[in-house]
């Protein structure tokens, strides 16, 4: 951890009324990005955005959690301050998974949580399937852990993910338009209109960066294309079955199930009842997809209490039974 963090600098927040540390992880194509809450020796969670989002996004919902954890919420590749992948290559989930590996590797994690949102929900899901023995509790935020793909439109998609590829070097204009701030506010608030006011200028700190003449959007176009690696419900279910650690889903009232339909509904319906058939807890809270940081007050106390029940008071118990007959 301190190598990771050698040369951090300090900020301080007045939402958060604390100090934040900037992380930096070197990886073979740049740079991941990333934030640093709690105790240096507190027990380990990391954070994962959600698709073109930031590490932001966990901005409001971390300060309510348990302050005896170490919260490393980093920027994906290719989103908030983190390095985009090299000129022609995929953003995947494996790819997503294999950036998780490094940077817990980079911070000297054997065993540690997940949080996710979205998107990082879903890569959370796959570390902790293929990784079981390193994660001691999930938590997926308005996130099914996987997404998987009727098999009757998995081919089209896939290559509709390298048609777009193909096209998208094929353009040679700037793909970086300039706006200006207030600009910027109003295309987020449109392409998100779940984003509260404050949400959208909490993921414009990461989200754009100076340049002449204006701003640009710091995130890599590429993750607009057409995911081309994908999973069918089978090997979604076989998948989830692997996961060791207790799982917390909290679901949204009008959140991500509300842009499903026919086929990919009924797969999500199978996934989350799978994880009841599985023992673990499946919570549904008034609010839409962001409403971890729309309305942190209203998701914070159920991650809380998963927290110290599944992790905290668990770990604690060896150590005070440990004392008690010294």
Not at 14 to 25: G, N, P, R, T, W
Not at 140 to 148: A, K, N, T, V
Not at 272 to 287: E, I, L, N
Not at 296 to 312: G, H, I, N, R
Request: proline share 5%.
């Amino acid at each position: 951890m301190l190598h990771a963090l050698k040369g951090a600098r300090h900020l301080h927040s007045s939402a958060m009324k604390q100090a934040v540390s900037e992380l930096s992880i070197p990886v073979p194509w740049g740079q991941i990005k990333g934030k640093v809450w709690g105790p240096d020796h507190g027990r380990p969670v990391l954070c994962l955005h959600g698709w073109a989002d930031n590490c932001g996004t966990f901005n409001t919902l971390i300060p309510l959690l348990p302050n005896e954890c170490r919260y490393v919420a980093v920027d994906l590749s290719g989103h908030g301050w983190s390095s985009h992948r090299s000129p022609g290559v995929f953003y995947s989930f494996p790819e997503y998974v294999m950036d998780v590996r490094r940077v817990v590797d980079a911070l000297h994690w054997s065993q540690f949580s997940i949080i996710g949102h979205s998107m990082g929900g879903n890569i959370a899901g796959m570390f902790s399937a293929l990784y079981p023995e390193m994660v001691d509790a999930v938590v997926l935020l308005d996130s099914y852990g996987f997404l998987p793909t009727d098999l009757k439109e998995m081919i089209k998609v896939m290559r509709q993910g390298m048609d777009q590829m193909v096209e998208f070097y094929k353009q040679t204009e700037d793909k970086k338009r300039v706006y200006t701030y207030e600009k910027a506010v109003e295309r987020l608030s449109a392409a998100n209109p779940t984003l509260s006011e404050q949400s959208v200028h909490i993921l414009l700190e990461r989200g754009l960066v100076q340049v002449e003449g204006g701003m640009v959007f710091t995130r890599d176009f590429r993750i607009n294309l057409k995911n081309i690696v994908r999973i069918s419900l089978e090997q979604g279910l076989e998948l989830q079955s692997r996961i060791k650690a207790p799982v917390l889903v909290v679901l949204a009232e009008d959140g991500f199930e509300k842009l499903l339909s026919g086929q990919d509904k009924k797969i999500a319906s199978a996934i989350v009842q799978a994880y009841k058939d599985r023992k673990h807890t499946v919570v549904t809270v008034p609010g839409d997809h962001h409403v971890h940081l729309n309305q942190p007050e209203v998701v914070a106390p159920l991650v809380s209490d998963f927290l110290q029940t599944k992790l905290l008071t668990q770990r604690a118990r060896p150590a005070e039974e440990q004392t008690s007959k010294m």
